[in-house]
């Protein structure tokens, strides 16, 4: 079975700096991975997906990530980060196999100051 | 709009009161879950559906039952809601095992 890691509970920054949250996954086979915001009060949002093909994949409202099959990690990044971008940030690695095959991490809230 | 409803969106009730929190999607899915989330502990997996009649048990299943008896309905059934079950609940819904989730907008539950 596959598991996620965020290795940070919380992460402050300032506006305007750059962001990168942390995301390791544990799976035996070619993942499908994701990641979701949750703004305060609301349910989830898909930010962006990596299914296969380039490493480095674009998503909404500004976010990228990168896929490194040998770190087995799938970091989140933004190079400007605002206001409202402050969030519960969720990690999560699909398969292809039959049965539960959506496990999330624990999420990686993002406080940031003016 | 494609999206996944849920009802009630808020939901204070007692120990052992039977309640039933649906789900619904309008976007043909195969796949549906029920999640629960808990502070520190992200989203942990209730049950799943992966068509209609078929369901199974995700990681946290005690205290829960599930039905599907339509493709677009995956009502959460508490028999006997205990305080430990106090928590934010979604629904998801997918295309299929590959393809990512959409969520309703969850359900704040409370047990005294």
């Known amino acids: 079975a596959q598991s996620v890691t965020q290795p940070d509970i919380h992460i402050t920054v300032s506006e305007g700096a750059s962001l990168e949250l942390r995301c390791n996954y544990s799976?035996?086979?070619?993942?499908?991975l994701f990641w979701y915001v949750q703004s305060p009060g609301q349910g989830l949002q898909l930010l962006l997906k990596?299914?296969?093909?380039?490493?480095l994949v674009q998503g909404i409202k500004g976010f990228e990530a990168e896929f490194k099959r040998s770190q087995s990690s799938f970091n989140l990044r933004k190079p400007s980060v605002h206001w409202s971008d402050a969030a519960e940030y969720f990690c999560?690695?699909?398969?292809?196999?039959?049965?539960?095959?959506?496990?999330f991490g624990p999420g990686t809230r993002l406080s940031v100051l003016p | 709009e494609a999206q996944v409803t849920q009802n009630p969106r808020y939901l204070i009730t007692v120990t052992g009161k039977k309640l039933t929190v649906t789900c619904s999607q309008n976007?043909?899915?195969?796949?549906m879950s029920w999640y629960r989330q808990d502070p520190g502990l992200g989203l942990r997996q209730i049950y799943y559906s992966m068509n209609v009649e078929v369901t199974d048990k995700g990681d946290v299943p005690e205290g829960y039952k599930v039905s599907r008896k339509e493709k677009r309905n995956f009502p959460l059934i508490l028999e006997s809601p205990s305080p430990n079950q106090t928590s934010l609940y979604f629904c998801?819904?997918?295309?299929?095992?590959?393809?990512?989730?959409?969520f309703g907008p969850g359900t704040r539950l409370t047990v005294t």
């Open positions: 990596y299914f296969s093909g380039d490493t």
């Open positions: 976007m043909n899915h195969e796949y």
């Open positions: 999560a690695v699909g398969a292809d196999n039959y049965g539960q095959n959506f496990v």
């Open positions: 998801a819904s997918r295309q299929g095992p590959i393809y990512e989730q959409y």
């Open positions: 799976y035996g086979a070619t993942p499908y």
